[in-house]
């Protein structure tokens, strides 16, 4: 039986330093125009830094709406680094591997398909490789026909259509950037498990790791928590739960929240893997899920310069936004997440940024 070693300590003071950064991130917000903003700074033994700050709502103050720790936020496509360790843990056991072909999983698929897909593999699709079209913006998803049944039922038929559909071009890029790709993957997964993706991200978030997860925006499924805000009229505004927002075809690459201090867990399991340390995956496994492949492996972008190897990840729909960096070299991970994701808002969570690592810096 598989054992989990998660370490994780919340300090109860912070000090000095957690004060100043509060007022800092505080004074951030208010510059910026964010309604709340959360943010932790995470050690292979320890939580040095975990603030939330500000409140769910830009047109209220409420007490109720008032920034919580125990606040959901919208990881956007932070997510695939979750769907890749679900993959990384299915080829522990031995489920899969990631140079299993997609077409050998699905060889009733193969003749109506487009040829340039046929030796697509796991691996590929994971890291951007497979050339499938991106569908990283809303008219992408607006062309599509009309997909019927359950959530997995219909990912089903979008990767049918997709597969038969135009690659994209090589080009000089290391890698084509594409939330489709997910999608495809995640019905490999699901034929070797016999198990959906929500099944499986139940199974292994939720019964294995014991972390809180939701399914979508964080406000659908609690009126009091965070919403997400985008720009209406010049005007930065709510987003109510009930707008037309369905990310379902694509999401397993970028349609979980997770409450901060969960997710900090799950950060926490990755560096304290690079570190060297077997936890609840081996640590080879961690290398691969974040070095296997230069500029983007599975689930996250990759940095080597100058002796320093930083892996990291943004992602956003649009209403909110959560930046994920580790920085190997210094065994320190830095995580910010808002609750919008405006060009100022982003320039204001990499101010903080910088201003985070600075502390650590040698």
């Known amino acids: ?169 090589i080009n000089d890029t290391a890698y084509n950037y594409s939330n489709a790709g997910y999608s495809i993957a995640t019905l490999m997964i699901e034929k070797v498990s016999r198990t959906t993706w929500e099944e499986l991200v139940n199974l292994v978030l939720k019964e294995k790791l014991k972390l809180n997860y939701k399914l979508g925006w964080p406000n659908r499924f609690k009126i009091n928590q965070p919403w997400g805000h985008w720009i209406e009229n010049d005007t930065l505004k709510s987003v109510s739960p009930e707008t037309k927002y369905d990310l379902s075809l694509a999401e397993p690459a970028g349609d979980l929240s997770m409450q901060l201090r969960d997710y900090a867990k799950f950060v926490q399991l990755n560096l304290i893997g690079l570190e060297g340390t077997d936890n609840f995956l081996k640590s080879k496994t961690y290398e691969y899920l974040h070095y296997g492949k230069s500029e983007y492996s599975i689930g996250w972008g990759n940095v080597k310069e100058d002796n320093i190897e930083i892996s990291e990840h943004a992602g956003s729909d649009g209403t909110f936004f959560c930046y994920t960096q580790i920085d190997k070299t210094r065994k320190k991970a830095f995580i910010i997440q808002m609750n919008c994701a405006t060009e100022d808002a982003q320039k204001g969570l990499f101010e903080l940024l910088e201003i985070m690592k600075n502390k650590y810096r040698i």
Not at 6 to 11: A, D, G, Q, R, S
Not at 70 to 86: Q, R, V
Request: some cysteine; glycine content about 4%.
């Open 1 to 169: 039986m598989r054992k989990i070693y998660l370490t994780f300590f919340i300090l109860c003071t912070f000090g000095a330093y957690s004060q100043n950064l509060s007022k800092i991130a505080d004074s951030l917000s208010v510059k910026y125009e964010i309604p709340e903003i959360a943010f932790a700074i995470i050690s292979v033994d320890t939580i040095n830094e975990m603030q939330t700050l500000g409140f769910h709502k830009i047109e209220s103050r409420a007490k109720e709406d008032a920034a919580n720790i125990n606040d959901y936020f919208h990881l956007g496509s932070n997510t695939k680094a979750i769907t890749g360790f679900i993959c990384a843990y299915l080829v522990e056991e031995n489920k899969i591997k990631w140079e299993t072909k997609f077409f050998d999983l699905f060889p009733q698929w193969k003749n109506e398909s487009n040829k340039a897909f046929y030796d697509i593999t796991l691996e590929d699709l994971l890291s951007h490789r497979a050339r499938i079209q991106p569908f990283t913006s809303g008219d992408e998803y607006l062309k599509l026909p009309k997909f019927r049944g359950t959530k997995s039922e219909k990912r089903r038929q979008f990767c049918r259509y997709l597969l038969k559909s135009q690659a994209v071009e």
